[in-house]
């Protein structure tokens, strides 16, 4: 059984649809797939549809951007009730102050002397519901002052490039309990990937586990094959889930195909038995055989 627990839809900065995700899912041969839009539900009950024509079954998700220690955490909810007042407000709060900020990113980048208006922005981002720095990527991409998102965010976006604006995000502990006391399964997303390894060792990680994580995602693009052997160790000592997944975007970034990585199928069981325990509503959808 294939399946893949981390997918971007156009609702945030992926590049298709969530109904083509799923779709596309399918097709690569997916037998399980989550889709994890960043900070928003809003692709769920489009490609929960999908997944019943399609033959594929859903997990519905989210990552969710967190601080810890002062750094950008990204915790990956699995089945949380997407009715829940609390998490919904958390999730508007953190949307809210991703595009407050935009305009600050597009006034740097002209003074710079790049053309990044609203209207051109506007372009690049389509339909999405959570405009990011990926769109403001995409941007610079189209009026041709860089070659692909990965140079954009390496001279530009990037925390403490020329254009990069600092965001809200919740302390990842209380979006632990968040995330918990509506049903969903906390679990971090690529801890070793750019960014948050050096605020998650191991100790970190067990006081995470004490409140509240379930798993780490181990297999993703961002971590090396010794990082993985590392963190499925600390993964086996903490009795925590291990899961693997594509982080897919689409055509937004090269080399993450839809089952590139991929979790074990008893993993995934341990999911969907926590999502049931906590009580949430939302389970898997679409595939009757293995729900
Ligand atoms: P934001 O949430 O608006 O701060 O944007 C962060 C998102 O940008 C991440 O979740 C990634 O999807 C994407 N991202 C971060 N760094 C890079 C990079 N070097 N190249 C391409 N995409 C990136
Ligand atoms: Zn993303
Ligand atoms: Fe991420
Ligand atoms: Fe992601």
């Known amino acids: 059984m294939t399946i893949d627990l981390h ?27 989550a889709i994890t839009d960043h900070d928003t539900t809003l692709g769920w009950d489009e490609a929960a549809a999908a997944a019943v024509e399609a033959g594929v079954a859903l997990v519905r998700g989210i990552e969710v ?9 990204h915790l990956l909810a ?82 403490g490039g020329p254009a990069f604006v600092d965001r809200y995000a ?20 690529h801890p070793w ?16 586990r004490d409140q509240g994580l379930a798993g780490i995602e181990v297999d993703h693009l961002d971590h090396d094959p010794g990082t993985r052997d590392r963190l499925r160790a600390i993964a086996q000592r903490l009795d925590l889930v291990v899961t693997g997944s594509s982080d897919h975007h689409g055509t937004g970034k090269t080399g993450h195909d839809l089952g590139c990585e991929t979790t074990a199928p008893d993993q995934l069981a341990r999911i969907l038995d926590l999502a049931a325990s906590l009580g949430s509503p939302t389970t898997l959808i679409g595939k009757a055989e293995l729900t």
Do not use: C, N
């Not at 649809?17 to 596309?24: G, I, K, M, Q, Y």
């Not at 997407?82 to 991703?98: K, M, P, T, Y």
């Not at 919740?170 to 997303?189: C, F, I, K, Q, Y």
């Open 193 to 208: 990937g750019r960014g948050s390894a050096h605020v998650l060792d191991e100790r970190a990680i067990a006081g995470l």
């Open 65 to 73: 951007s967190t601080r810890f220690r002062g750094a950008g955490v």
């Open 78 to 159: 699995y089945l949380p009730d997407a009715g829940d007042a609390a998490l919904q407000e958390e999730l508007s709060r953190i949307v809210r102050g991703r595009e407050d900020r935009v305009p600050t990113m597009l006034a740097r980048l002209r003074e710079l002397g790049i053309p990044a208006t609203e209207e051109a922005l506007a372009a690049s981002a389509g339909d999405s519901e959570v405009t990011g720095r990926p769109h403001v990527a995409d941007l610079l991409v189209r009026l041709g002052v860089v070659r692909d998102r990965d140079q954009a965010f390496a001279e530009y976006l990037s925390d």
């Open 7 to 33: 997918t971007h839809s156009r609702v945030s900065d992926g590049t298709a649809s969530p109904r083509d995700l799923v779709h596309a899912a399918a097709a690569a041969g997916l037998q399980v797939v």
């Open 170 to 189: 919740p302390e990842l502990p209380a979006m632990l309990s968040v995330v918990r006391a509506a049903g969903g399964v906390p679990v971090l997303a």
